[in-house]
Every structure is written in C-alpha cells, then in structure tokens.
C-alpha cells in the first residue's frame, strides 16, 4: 500500500469512544437567591434536576455539598 492510501485509511477510521459521565456536581439558587453547590453521586443527576425544576430545596439539602470530589474508574460503567 502506497503513503497516500495508508494515509485515506486512517482519515477514515473509526475514532476509539471517548469515555465520559454525567456531571458529579450542580450549582443551584433557591428562591432566596442563595447559591447552593451540591455534589451529584453516579446516577443521581436527573433526581436533583427534578428537585430545582420543583422548588424542593429540602430535598436537594440532603445531597453533600461539593467540595471538588472526582469521579474513581467505578464510575465510568462499561458500555459492551
């Protein structure tokens, strides 16, 4: 095989996945204007949303504030 064809091939190779999470913390304002930063444990992302978009602020007390936690390789889930 030639330059230019080894050179096509790889232009049109499948790139490798990229692997990624959901977002592990939320900034929110609660209807005092107060900003609150919570910490977003796998999985839980689309339970706080529900909780802002419904003015539950209890509930979104009981999450742990976020203090920069990062994500350990059990939290990216292998998708086969």
């Known amino acids: 095989m030639d330059s230019q064809a080894e050179t096509e091939n790889k232009s049109n190779a ?10 592990n913390n939320l900034i929110y304002y609660d209807d005092d204007g107060v900003e609150h930063s ?9 339970e706080a949303w529900d909780h802002v978009q419904n003015k539950r602020w209890g509930e979104l007390a009981k999450f742990a504030p976020y203090t920069d936690q990062e994500y350990s390789e059990s939290d990216f889930k292998s998708e086969k």
Do not use: V
């Not at 499948?14 to 977002?23: D, E, K, V």
């Not at 919570?38 to 689309?46: A, E, K, N, R, S």
């Open 38 to 46: 919570i910490y977003l444990p796998p999985g839980t992302m689309h």
């Open 14 to 23: 499948t790139p490798a996945p990229i692997r990624s999470n959901p977002p």
